[in-house]
């Protein structure tokens, strides 16, 4: 069982930037970040492979997150660069068995991120 802890989360202004990190327990293959604001279902943000480090991002934040990894440390980082006030929620990491296919089995208890206008 792989425990996935995150941190990094806070109260940023708007057009700012946050850095968030995901600590995991044991190997894992692809990692993600999911998000999920208030009165609304949780959604995809980014995913990385362990492979060869092909990335994946939701439109919405496109051009200004950027997910990357560190394999010795088992680590998965998610840079966030001119924030909104519409990327405020709670930051789930999430990891898989697999870099392909497959469903992410493994989840953080989540960092929350508030942007202020």
């Known amino acids: 069982q792989v425990q996935l802890v995150e941190s990094g989360g806070g109260l940023v202004q708007a057009g700012g930037s946050l850095r968030l990190s995901c600590a995991a327990s044991?190997?894992?293959?692809?990692m993600g970040w999911f998000r999920q604001a208030p009165g609304k279902e949780r959604e995809f943000v980014a995913a990385i492979t362990r492979s060869d480090d092909s990335t994946l991002y939701a439109d919405s934040v496109k051009g200004r997150f950027t997910i990357s990894r560190d394999n010795p440390k088992n680590t998965v980082y998610l840079q966030m660069s001119s924030l909104k006030p519409e990327d405020t929620a709670i930051y789930y990491c999430?990891?898989?068995?697999?870099?392909?296919?497959?469903?992410?089995?493994?989840w953080g208890q989540g960092t929350q991120v508030t942007v202020s206008s």
């Open positions: 044991g190997r894992t293959f692809n």
């Open positions: 999430a990891a898989k068995d697999r870099d392909i296919g497959g469903s992410y089995r493994y």
